[in-house]
């Protein structure tokens, strides 16, 4: 199985990393942060390859989180663009984060990258195609403290 690891630590030129941006492409915090200072993720770029990341849009011009139906019109947009492509493409788990959706939320966009051969899942995708993903336990300003068993 090809899995995203939980931190990329080795970034190479054939190799692009999908980064969750905003339509501005203002990267000024999280993993778009890390991407614009060490992987080549230039300001600006809100949807599209950059350096060897590919910036999408999770959040809009004035940076409040986009609706899942329009995050998917970017992640279909994407998907095609990787069948295109001979790059290694490393999904990470977008709109996870700083726009406050659940692996539950995003994944199902990204299912048919299963039977694609030059794309990397995480983890927690692929064990919510499988029915194994647990949700985690989550309390205000103190982050993930446990899972919920199924």
Known sequence: MRITPEKIEIATSDMRILIGTNES???????????????????????????????????NWI????????????VQR?????????????????????????VPDIAPMFER??????MWLPQDFLDFYEGKYIEPIKVKDQGIIGRRFA
């Open 25 to 59: 492409g203002v990267h000024g915090a999280g993993i778009a942060r890390y991407a614009a200072d060490h992987w080549g993720l230039e300001y600006g770029v809100g949807f599209g390859p950059s350096g060897i990341c590919f910036g999408h849009t999770n959040k």
């Open 63 to 74: 940076i409040q989180t986009l609706p899942l139906s329009e995050i998917n019109h970017y």
């Open 113 to 118: 990258c299963v039977r694609y051969t030059n």
């Open 78 to 102: 994407y998907i095609d663009w990787c069948q295109i492509t001979s790059f290694k493409h490393y999904v990470t788990k977008i709109g996870c984060g700083l726009a406050g959706y659940s």
